[in-house]
């Protein structure tokens, strides 16, 4: 398997724990007895279980994008030098993200947010 692929797999995984920290999170805010219920009544989520959510939310987002640029790229036998470094900034600057988003740092999330980005762009581009 491709070192990209790897690293699609390993954000993958990511998502899923942020997932998990979004549940957690919202479990010790609203409680179990609310998040067993069909949830009729929403309520909204602040502070940590707020951003978690959100960062979690934004994870499914970035998988939605950048998933199907490497899963081409693979297609085409098109990896290269410069897909491995892209791919390789594109999971640090989501695992930076996943960290600094819960915690509210807002210019880092903001920055590393861009960096994920623009990786997954440059992606598209070589996948043309």
Not at 24 to 43: I, K, W
Request: hydrophobic share 55%; with cysteine.
């Amino acid at each position: 398997m491709s070192s990209e692929l790897t690293i699609l797999a390993l954000f993958g995984l990511l998502t899923i724990v942020q997932m998990l920290v979004h549940v957690l999170t919202a479990q010790s805010q609203l409680g179990m007895d609310y998040l067993v219920t069909p949830r009729d009544q929403p309520r909204e989520l602040t502070g940590l279980a707020g951003r978690a959510r959100r960062a979690a939310d934004n994870s499914i987002v970035a998988m939605t994008l950048f998933a199907p640029a490497i899963l081409i790229l693979q297609a085409k036998a098109a990896f290269s030098p410069s897909t491995l470094i892209a791919t390789q900034l594109f999971l640090i600057a989501r695992l930076v993200y996943a960290v600094v988003y819960p915690l509210g740092t807002p210019w880092i999330r903001t920055g590393v947010w861009l960096v994920g980005f623009l990786a997954t762009l440059y992606l598209y581009i070589c996948a043309i």
